[in-house]
Structures are given as C-alpha cells and as structure tokens.
C-alpha cells in the first residue's frame, strides 16, 4: 500500500516534535508523566502543576532528616508491616490488594470474612496522592491517576527513597506534615536521632489522622499486627504514651484498653 506523501510528512513531523519535546522535559519529568497530566484533564481532574518543586522540596526534606543523623529504620519497618506488607515485591500497584478492597464493597463478603471495607492504596499510591493530586472529590477518577503515578514514582525513586519521601511528607494529625512537625507536635521537640518502637507505632497509626480522637479497637488491632510482623517489637510504654498525650489534650480518648494488648 503506497502511502501518500502527506502522510509521511504527518509522520516525520509528529516523530521530531515527540524528540523536541522529549529535550525538553525536566528532571525526573518522562513522557509517561506528561501522558498521566493529559488523562487528568480529560478525566477533569486537577494534579498539582509544580511537580518539579514538589520533588525538589520534598528531596530537601529527605536530606536534611538525613543531615540531621535520624534513623528512620524503625518507622520504615513499622510502616511497610501496618500499611503495606508487599511495599518490597510490588512495582506501586498491589493487585492482591485491589482484589480484596473490590470484594469488601459487598455487605455479604465482609460478614463473612468479619472484615469492615479496605482500602486498596499501596504505600507509593498514598505519596503519589499526598504529593501530586489537588483534587480528592472524585474518587474513582483520582484512583486510576494514582495507580498510573505510582507507577512513575516506582521508576524515579528505590523504596528507601519512596519510604523516606512518605514519611517527610504525608499528615500525621490536623496541619501536621512530615516527621520534624509530627515529632514537634506529639513528643514537644525535633531534637530526636531515634524513636522508641512505642513512639514509632504511635506515628504510624497517627498517619493521615484527621482528628485527633482515638479508636481503642483500632490501636490494639494495629498494636498486635506490630507484635506479630515485626521482629523484636516491643510494645512496652505504648499506653503509657498514648495517657500522655491524653492527659495533655494532644489525643481524645481511652487508652487504658491497650494496657491489655502490651504483652
């Protein structure tokens, strides 16, 4: 089939403008990322449009925690074993996850199971969201720009990067953004290298908190899926942290349910 000279004209046109364009991207910018922007006006979707800063900032936290001399080891363990135990084995998107979080939208299968619904959000998923979409209303829309971005910070970023950019960034109460402002508002300094397993549990059950209030049921859930994924874990002094911040009007609530779960 002979194609007509204008076609191939067309062609050589789009193949030098996709080149042009390809120079022009910025760091950590692909074609790819570009493509998910595209989609998100056509779904009607905003993302944020200074990626570029966003990144940079957020980079710029990673090192100065790392200037700092803070070992992050415990929240990221803590982290990956609470919110997403296959963090490690995944490329941003856990089908098994997705999966179970369709399954549990039926009444039926959650009787079943005992379960309440679940969600299916990975942790790169939870950073794409916290840093790049400006728009939370429309769910399903937001959920698919969220799997593709995930899939983009997976190529830019190794898991340790991932995880740190999470911690500096995502909510751990009200206004609360990042380790340094989380350790400032729970413990009253910044001035930490470590935490204590108590003190890490606490933070990662905190995350995305938006209100201040807390569910006994919910922690002791959380405090015995730490006793039995992480290796070493002591939850000795957690109640007594969690009274504290009780007292001080930090958290709402009981905590003297936990002192059961401590063992």
């Given amino acids: 089939m002979t194609v007509p000279w204008w076609g191939s ?28 922007y ?58 098994l996850a997705l999966g179970r979080a369709a399954l549990s939208c039926f009444p039926r299968y959650r009787r079943s ?29 937001r959920k698919v720009l969220e799997v593709l971005l995930a899939r983009w910070l997976e190529r830019q970023f190794d898991k340790d990067e991932i995880l740190d950019l999470y911690l500096v960034s995502v909510r751990f109460a009200v206004g609360v953004f990042g380790i340094p402002a989380a350790f400032a508002h729970y413990f009253g300094t910044t001035d930490k290298r470590s935490t204590s ?29 730490a006793q039995k994924r992480v290796p070493d874990f002591s939850s000795l002094g957690t109640a007594a942290l969690y009274q504290s911040l009780i007292a001080s009007g930090i958290l709402v609530g009981d905590a003297s349910p936990l002192e059961r779960a401590e063992s």
């Fill in 9 to 36: 004209a067309i062609f050589v046109f789009a193949v030098f403008a996709l080149l042009f364009r390809h120079r022009l991207l910025d760091f950590h910018e692909t074609l790819y990322l570009r493509f998910i």
């Fill in 38 to 95: 595209l989609l998100a006006t056509i779904l009607r979707t905003r993302l944020l449009v200074d990626f570029a800063g966003i990144l940079f900032r957020s980079k710029l936290a990673v090192s100065e925690m790392q200037r700092l001399e803070f070992d992050p080891a415990r929240l990221r363990e803590l982290l990956v074993a609470l919110e997403d135990q296959r963090f490690h084995s995944h490329a941003g998107i856990d089908l």
């Fill in 113 to 141: 199971r005992g379960t309440m619904r679940s969600g299916a959000s990975t942790i790169t998923m939870q950073l794409a969201r916290t840093l790049l979409v400006a728009d939370y209303n429309k769910t399903a829309r």
């Fill in 197 to 225: 397993d108590a003190e890490a549990f606490l933070l990662i059950e905190r995350l995305s908190s938006v209100r201040n209030g807390i569910r006994p049921d919910k922690v002791i859930a959380q405090l015995r899926r």
